[in-house]
């Protein structure tokens, strides 16, 4: 579980995000970045009906989750990223859905070059 201060709980917040971030998409996710003015990035984890089930929406956003835990000292501070779930996510394997995130941050230019490690 991600600690509270790396969370992207106010609505007000996703819907600015939602609306003015920059976005990138990978098969088994979209990425959605919108500059922040604190000293760590927050996150929030989004899965519509149209991925499945409870069951499936909430294991993609638990893999989403877990693959930025553990990368979370090698994502720059000052964003506000929000992670969309894909009808693909669910039924992939962690390294795949672990590729994918770093390849939205990389993308998107928030990964620090000195920190990256894939487990």
Known sequence: ?????????????????????????????????YPNTLDVSRFAFVASRRVGNAIKRNRGRRLLREVVRLHLLEILPGYDCMFIVRQATPEASYIDVETAVLQLLARLKLLDRNNVSVN
């Open 1 to 33: 579980m991600l600690q509270q201060q790396y969370r992207l709980r106010r609505s007000a917040d996703l819907k600015r995000v939602r609306q003015q971030g920059e976005s990138r998409r990978h098969p088994l996710a979209i990425l959605i970045v």
